[in-house]
């Protein structure tokens, strides 16, 4: 049963075109393929990456944060209370009017101090600046060594100037160890980002980050599979070629600087928009979709591939509506604030002021950036 699902899974006719066969891309006079035990590695590689990370935020993006002068806003604790911390728990973390009056008479407290120790209480579980600025700290660096390889990767390859020769010859395309590593990193590092997700800072757009880093993953490794490396290396640095700006700007604005945040939005908005909405839909996937059709019939894993870069589109004009809403609110001069941020509650309808290491003029730091996972760099 399960040999005859193995054959199945890598049956020619799903993965290459009509006509060729796995021996077709065996090793020879030199030359070497991409197989799919080549990517076994990543795995292990995975694992390593949260290592390293553990390491960087811990030595390198801590001291970091301390010289950016990145301050945490001290937050008011919940007071100790087993009724109220059992339903936080078990129910909810925002009870409904009628369970606030149901509380209110079990913890022996008003219907307003209910309210105000849930508020409290989901405040503590909101993660700190800090942990947000080791995370873009790490990502950040990641993005920009990435971009700057894979810019060294594919340069001097004259796909990257003309695009029908990524199909120049196709599939039999030997691969050489620059590309190799490119893949290897890129895959493990994504791998590494849907094994944290659930520990890493949340936000709403929380389920379409795990289409994303599945989708990524797939299309990373089926492109290897099926030898559309080439394709795949030019997918992979148009996508770093924005990353890293995002993840400065989150850091700028972590640490308060905002004009430096704002301008680095402005040109992450710009990169995001000419990268994601005009080339790789009108060069990329064309390239994807069109020039194959000129040497083979299609087959599933063209149709598969193709399926896979759409999904990766469609959350690009999500990502990018949000972008332009954004932008066109900090433009007009409206307070803005990210549609994925998960805002700190305040108790100042109460007359509660939580210490921000200042006098009453002092004020949380906006935590992120329209897109950027949090609010818009709007103060310090």
Same mark, same amino acid.
């Given at each position: 049963? *399960?040999?005859? $699902? ?6 020619? !006719? &799903?993965?290459? +075109?009509? #006509?060729? =066969? ?41 001291? *970091?944060?301390? $010289? ?6 001290? !937050? &008011?604790?919940? +007071?100790? #209370?087993? =009724? ?44 700190? $600046? ?251």
């Amino acid at each position: 049963m *399960l040999q005859t $699902l193995y054959d199945y899974f890598w049956w020619e !006719r &799903l993965w290459l +075109p009509v #006509n060729l =066969t796995w021996a077709d891309l065996e090793d020879r006079d030199g030359r070497v393929y991409a197989k799919a035990s080549d990517l076994y590695v990543t795995l292990p590689l995975a694992l390593l990456f949260l290592i390293i990370r553990h390491f960087f935020e811990l030595y390198v993006a801590t001291p *970091l944060a301390a $010289l950016l002068n990145v301050k945490e806003k001290t !937050r &008011l604790r919940a +007071p100790p #209370n087993a =009724t109220l911390e059992h339903f936080y728990l078990t129910s909810g973390k925002q009870p409904k009017q009628a369970e606030v009056e149901l509380l209110s008479r079990q913890s022996g407290l008003s219907g307003r101090q209910v309210e105000r120790w849930f508020r409290r209480r989901r405040n503590q579980d909101r993660p700190s $600046l800090l942990k947000k600025f080791r995370e873009a700290s790490w990502r950040f660096t990641f993005y920009l060594i990435a971009f700057i390889a894979g810019m060294a990767v594919i340069v001097d390859k004259p796909w990257f100037y003309d695009m029908k020769k990524v199909w120049e010859g196709y599939p039999i395309q030997s691969t050489v160890p620059s590309q190799y590593w490119y893949y290897i990193i890129e895959l493990s590092f994504y791998w590494s980002l849907l094994f944290s997700i659930a520990s890493d800072v949340k936000r709403k757009d929380f389920k379409e980050q795990i289409i994303h880093h599945v989708a990524t993953i797939i299309l990373i490794s089926f492109s290897w599979f099926a030898n559309y490396i080439r394709a795949g290396t030019l997918i992979m640095a148009l996508h770093d070629s924005s990353d890293y700006l995002l993840e400065s700007a989150k850091m700028f604005n972590y640490a308060g600087w905002k004009n430096t945040c704002n301008n680095i939005f402005i040109i992450f908005a710009v990169v995001f928009i000419i990268t994601r909405l005009v080339i790789l839909p009108f060069w990329i996937l064309h390239c994807t979709l069109v020039y194959p059709l000129e040497l083979y019939p299609a087959f599933f894993g063209y149709y598969f591939f193709n399926s896979m870069m759409g999904v990766l589109q469609l959350l690009h004009i999500f990502w990018a509506y949000l972008i332009l809403r954004m932008a066109h609110k900090f433009i007009t001069g409206k307070l803005v604030e990210d549609e994925r941020s998960d805002r700190e509650e305040t108790e100042s309808s109460e007359g509660e002021e939580a210490v921000a290491g200042g006098g009453a003029k002092s004020r949380p730091l906006a935590n992120g950036h329209p897109i950027l996972n949090n609010n818009h760099c709007k103060n310090d």
